[in-house]
């Protein structure tokens, strides 16, 4: 069972997947989950690709979080609260809907929350108090998006970028965020019976990749300036969306 079951996934395709997220995920911060799972899901339902992205997104993310500098930023600690919240009541929701919509979501959610930024939208100059109140509700938002669909980050992504994040402030917020986030997710996906433990097993072998292309990722993040730092982050978030999208039509 456990060679037949391993035998009728292409890991071909998923160690590249998983490889080539790392080291999008090194070079951005992000990508593990945007980049891998849409890919993933050409050849595997989307909450089987969900599934085996598991330890990849929690080991790397823990790495980028470099821990040993101490916590990277209690200013967004409210969304990250709302965010775990929002997930937990997005996890309920995910039986009732079929995989296409939830694909259509995530396609939908990206493309929107990146032409917005594209456009301009720059919350560098907000108030404290009302940066305080616009993240708990995006926390909130994103934590339901992503108990359907595992793809919370969009909208946070946005809202950060467009608050002018240096860029390894926002690499250690985004890897906390993905961190934090993971727990219930995860244990949401288990618990209502959308992963198993060969996803586990499969999931635990192929963070090697996923650390590879993080290593090599790092190398090249090293080297990009915080301006193309950030539009790279967009043209990413606005391919995936437009791929996602149109695969689902």
Same mark, same amino acid.
């Given at each position: 069972?456990?060679?037949?079951?391993?035998?009728?996934?292409?890991?071909?395709?998923?160690?590249?997947?998983?490889?080539?997220?790392?080291?999008?995920?090194?070079?951005?911060?992000?990508?593990?989950?945007?980049?891998?799972?849409?890919?993933?899901?050409?050849?595997?339902?989307?909450?089987?690709?969900?599934?085996?992205?598991?330890?990849?997104?929690?080991?790397?993310?823990?790495?980028?979080?470099?821990?040993?500098?101490?916590?990277?930023?209690?200013?967004?600690?409210?969304?990250?609260?709302?965010?775990?919240?929002?997930?937990?009541?997005?996890?309920?929701?995910?039986?009732?809907?079929?995989?296409?919509?939830? %694909? &259509?979501?995530?396609?939908?959610?990206? !493309?929107?929350?990146? @032409?917005? #930024? $594209?456009?301009? /939208?720059? +919350?560098?100059?907000?108030?404290?108090?009302?940066?305080?109140?616009?993240?708990?509700?995006?926390?909130?938002?994103?934590?339901?998006?992503?108990?359907?669909?595992?793809?919370?980050?969009?909208?946070?992504?946005?809202?950060?970028?467009?608050?002018?994040?240096?860029?390894?402030?926002?690499?250690?917020?985004?890897?906390?965020?993905?961190?934090?986030? %993971? &727990?219930?997710?995860?244990?949401?996906? !288990?618990?209502?019976? @959308?992963? #198993? $433990?060969?996803? /586990?097993? +499969?999931?635990?072998?192929?963070?090697?990749?996923?650390?590879?292309?993080?290593?090599?990722?790092?190398?090249?993040?090293?080297?990009?300036?915080?301006?193309?730092?950030?539009?790279?982050?967009?043209?990413?978030?606005?391919?995936?969306?437009?791929?996602?999208?149109?695969?689902?039509?």
């Amino acid at each position: 069972m456990y060679i037949e079951y391993f035998e009728t996934i292409s890991l071909a395709v998923i160690l590249c997947s998983v490889f080539f997220g790392g080291i999008v995920k090194g070079s951005v911060g992000i990508g593990m989950s945007m980049f891998s799972v849409p890919l993933i899901a050409f050849i595997l339902p989307p909450t089987k690709a969900m599934m085996l992205l598991c330890f990849p997104v929690i080991v790397t993310n823990f790495i980028q979080m470099d821990i040993k500098r101490g916590i990277s930023n209690y200013r967004f600690f409210p969304m990250f609260i709302t965010l775990f919240i929002g997930i937990l009541i997005g996890g309920k929701l995910i039986l009732s809907l079929d995989l296409k919509t939830i %694909s &259509i979501i995530i396609a939908l959610t990206i !493309i929107i929350f990146t @032409l917005i #930024n $594209f456009l301009g /939208l720059n +919350l560098a100059n907000l108030k404290p108090i009302y940066e305080k109140k616009l993240s708990i509700i995006i926390g909130f938002f994103s934590g339901v998006l992503g108990g359907i669909s595992t793809f919370y980050a969009p909208p946070i992504i946005t809202f950060l970028v467009s608050l002018n994040l240096e860029k390894e402030n926002f690499i250690r917020t985004t890897a906390t965020m993905y961190f934090l986030a %993971s &727990i219930p997710l995860y244990s949401s996906l !288990i618990y209502h019976g @959308l992963g #198993n $433990f060969y996803d /586990l097993l +499969l999931s635990f072998v192929i963070t090697a990749p996923a650390l590879l292309g993080q290593y090599f990722g790092t190398k090249i993040r090293k080297r990009l300036s915080n301006t193309i730092f950030r539009k790279t982050i967009l043209l990413i978030l606005i391919i995936i969306g437009f791929s996602l999208l149109i695969k689902n039509l």
